[in-house]
């Protein structure tokens, strides 16, 4: 069976930037499932992997326009700590969700200096090159429920 829309995969994958550094990975212990062309995985990642069957192994390189989109320096902005009532200590590293003019996102804080915090809004890996070293484990049909849940119930997806 080849991955097509609304089929689900199995895969297992190494993640590494342009510098050989991993970002991310799955193994065969915790695999990666989701249904294809619902927009749960990155659209360079769904072109690499329609028509491929379990067996088969791919290596793909994704710009940022196919993965997670350019970087923005308008998405990074500096910020007084007094917006930060309540947060203890603010360290560069930690995660909010913010209203932004996008909706709802997860900032970064990138630096904090004085009472002045960086923080920035693009995804972490807007604007990197990704290259996937993928393996095909498992090509099936979804249920009905996880149609309709739009994900993958079990090994690699939800439990609930
Ligand atoms: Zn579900």
Redesign the pocket.
């Known amino acids: 069976m080849q991955i097509t829309a609304n089929k689900v995969a199995t895969i297992t994958y190494i993640l590494k930037d342009n510098d050989g550094t991993l970002i991310d990975q799955a193994d065969k212990e915790s695999p990666f499932a989701f249904i294809l062309g619902n927009g749960s995985i990155i659209p360079g990642l769904e072109t690499a992997l329609e028509g491929k069957s379990a067996g088969d192994k791919i290596n793909v390189t994704i710009e940022p326009a196919d993965g997670y989109g350019d970087r923005h320096d308008d998405m990074i902005q500096i910020m007084s700590k007094d917006m930060f009532e309540g947060v203890e200590e603010v360290t560069p590293g930690m995660q909010f969700h913010a209203q932004t003019g996008e909706g709802m996102s997860v900032v970064t804080v990138t630096a904090v200096e004085d009472d002045q915090v960086t923080i920035d809004g693009n995804h972490p890996l807007a604007g990197v090159t990704l290259n996937f070293d993928v393996d095909v484990l498992e090509v099936r049909d979804p249920t009905e ?2 149609l ?4 993958v ?1 079990g090994p690699g ?2 439990n ?1």
């Open positions: 429920e996880e309709d849940h739009g994900h119930h997806g939800h609930h």
